[in-house]
Structures are given as structure tokens and as C-alpha cells.
């Protein structure tokens, strides 16, 4: 097992490598001068001149990615232009908004998936199944900001029972601060759980008709047993892979819902990175989600292996 975790570990790290390769391409393959860009056409050229040494253009691209991959390693991503603080603490208090939010709309996605997809897995044949179907079909339809902006509407605008926007610190009122998430986890989660909730059925129905799950019910295995015990059990890799997923898409659909609810985390962050031109927050937050990405990669990965111990050894 050890060795199956070292494996995987260096395939991560490499790809968290070419991926801080891709992102500091970025910024080499922006036409003209970035000094310029940044500052604006009225920029004087002592301006672009101090920009360009603050941001390391005066030396070769090679030697400016290794010291920034450096500063990378360490913690230091660099300055923000727009913000003038340090590209890391930036980041670090925008996280506190952008993983509750998304950690809270992949469980309940998945509280919600998943006992919908076995379920209808079971109930195939039967009028639930397709109702169950339909009804993960319109929820995938639908986009995530516009469930949102219902959302507002109905429970803030019309009820008042939760508030349309902002977003208040876990350490100041943790009531407050469940009830700025609730409509945002609620609206990232439902789009996720319709999604899920097919691709669990799907999983599950394959393996309800394996050789191995006939043969429990012919030595008269209850069927609750067969469902959760043989069949949910053979099911758990791919269910597994659907959370990953589901981790990955709520941390990158969350940019559009932060937007919509006004909460000042990691998404919202970097589109004011990009309106403001402000290469090195932009390139340490691409970096921060291609990493998380990657992770949660290794994370599966590693789950793989103890759920079926003949992965470790492939």
C-alpha cells in the first residue's frame, strides 16, 4: 500500500509541476508588454519600468519561473499590484469563504445523489425510476446562478427567512454565519445532486446485474442486504470518483455563485484579478485551483486502494 501512496504522490506533484509550468506560460503568451497592459495606455515609461522590475521581466522567462516556483514552495506567491499585499494571505482569507461553501454543497449533493440513484436503481421498472430520472434531467438543466438568483427571490426577497447576500465570519456568529451559506450550498448542491444522482444509478445498475449479486439473491439473501452489503459495496469506486468530481466542480462553479450572493471568496477574487489586470494574485489563484484540483485527484486515487485492493498492484 505504501508504495501504491508514494506512486500516486509523485504523479500529483508532477502534475501540480506542469501545471505551475501552464500557469506561468500564461502570462509569457499575453501580447505586448504586461507592464503595460497592467498600468494602462497613459502609463509614463519610468512607470512600466519599475512595474517590470517589480515583476521580474527583466530577467529571462526561465529564470523568473524558477524563482517564482521558488517563492511558490515557500508560501510566497508574490504581490498583488491591485491589492499591494502578498498574493498568499490573500488567498488564505478568501478560503475560508470559497471551502465551507464548497465542501457544504458536495455533502449535500451527495446526501442527496446518492440515496436518490440507489433508489431508483432498486425501483427499476417501476414508475419511480423514470420520475427519478426526469427530475436529475431538469435539475442538470438548470444553471446553478439562476437557482440562485430563485432562490434570493423566494427565501430573501418575498420570506425574508435567510439573507440575499454577504457573508459573515465563522468567529463573529457561527448562526449568521450557517444562514450566508445556506442559500449559496443550496443552490451549488442541486445542479451537482441531479448530475450525481445518474451516475449513481448508473453504477448501480451495473453491478445489481453481476453474477455475484444474482447469486445472493438465489441463496436468499434479504434484499436489503443485497442492495447495501454486495451491491452498494462493489459500487463505492465509482461513487467514490463521483465525489471527486463533484468536489471539483462545485470549487470552480462556486466562482459564478460567489457573484451571485455577493461573498467575498476565491472566485470572486479572481474575476477582480482579471478586470484589474493583476497577473500575480491571477496566476497564485489559478495555481491554488489547478493544485486543489490535483489533490482531490490523489484523494480518490488513494481511496481506490482501499476499497479494492487490486488497484494498489496495477
Known sequence: MLGFVVRRFLTALLSVLLASMVVFSALLAVPGDPAAIILGINATPEAREV???????????????????????????????????????????????????????ALLACLIAIPLGIFAAVRKGTVWDPLV??????????????????FILFFAVERRLLPAGGFTPFGEDPTAWARSLALPVLALALGQAAVMTRM??????????????????????????????HALRNAMVTIITILGLSLSNVFIGSIVIEQVFALPGLGRLALTAIGTRDFPLLQGEILVYAATIVALGFIVDISYGLLDPRIRYS
Not at 72 to 97: C, H, K, M, T
Not at 133 to 150: H, K, R
Request: proline share 7%; aromatic share 8%.
Open 200 to 229: 449513481t444509478r448508473a453504477a448501480m445498475l451495473e453491478v445489481l446485474n453481476q453474477d455475484f449479486v444474482r447469486t445472493a439473491r438465489a441463496k436468499g439473501v434479504a434484499p436489503r442486504g443485497v442492495v447495501f452489503k
Open 51 to 105: 512595474l517590470s522590475r517589480k515583476l521580474g521581466l527583466d530577467v529571462p522567462p526561465v529564470q523568473r519561473y524558477v524563482q517564482w516556483l521558488g517563492g511558490v514552495a515557500r508560501g510566497d506567491f508574490g504581490e498583488s499590484i491591485n491589492y499591494q499585499r502578498p498574493v498568499g494571505p490573500l488567498i488564505a482569507d478568501r478560503l475560508r469563504v470559497s471551502v465551507p461553501l464548497s465542501i457544504g454543497a
Open 133 to 150: 430520472t426526469s427530475l436529475s434531467q431538469l435539475g442538470a438543466a438548470v444553471p446553478s446562478f439562476w437557482l440562485g438568483l430563485l
